[in-house]
């Protein structure tokens, strides 16, 4: 069964950076965007931002200009650039994709392939 392996996690002081990588177990996997959510302790798996087969990006707002999604075509990869991280942003980090849909790539509908999740922990 296809599934995503999410990478690059870790403990960061406040103002620090990661990037998060994610890649297929299936590399011919097809697939029209990817996408990053997390889920803090206690709460909802929220969206971080999405990046469509066109290379269009798009974002929460608690994440505008401090996270950044990107793709390596040929790697099969997908990354998350995290600056300036706040305590706030503490979660498992999770991608996933799936095909072209009707539903907002903010959400969670058009997504039928999940990783394992990446523990991301912001403290000093």
């Known amino acids: 069964q296809v599934h995503l392996v999410e990478s690059g996690g870790g403990l960061v002081q406040p103002g620090g950076s990661l990037r998060l990588s994610c890649v297929p177990s299936?590399?011919?996997?097809?697939?029209?965007?990817t996408a990053w959510f997390r889920q803090a302790p206690g709460k909802e798996r929220e969206v971080v931002g999405a990046i469509t087969y066109d290379g269009d990006a798009v974002y929460a707002d608690s994440v505008k200009g401090r996270f950044t999604i990107s793709r390596v075509d040929a790697e099969k990869m997908v990354y998350l650039q995290m600056d300036n991280l706040k305590p706030e942003d503490t979660a498992v980090y999770y991608c996933?994709?799936?095909?072209?849909?009707?539903?907002?790539?903010?959400?969670?509908?058009?997504?039928?392939?999940w990783g394992q999740g990446t523990q991301v922990t912001v403290s000093s």
């Open positions: 996933a994709s799936g095909l072209k849909s009707t539903f907002s790539v903010l959400t969670t509908r058009p997504y039928s392939y």
């Open positions: 299936d590399v011919t996997m097809p697939y029209y965007a």
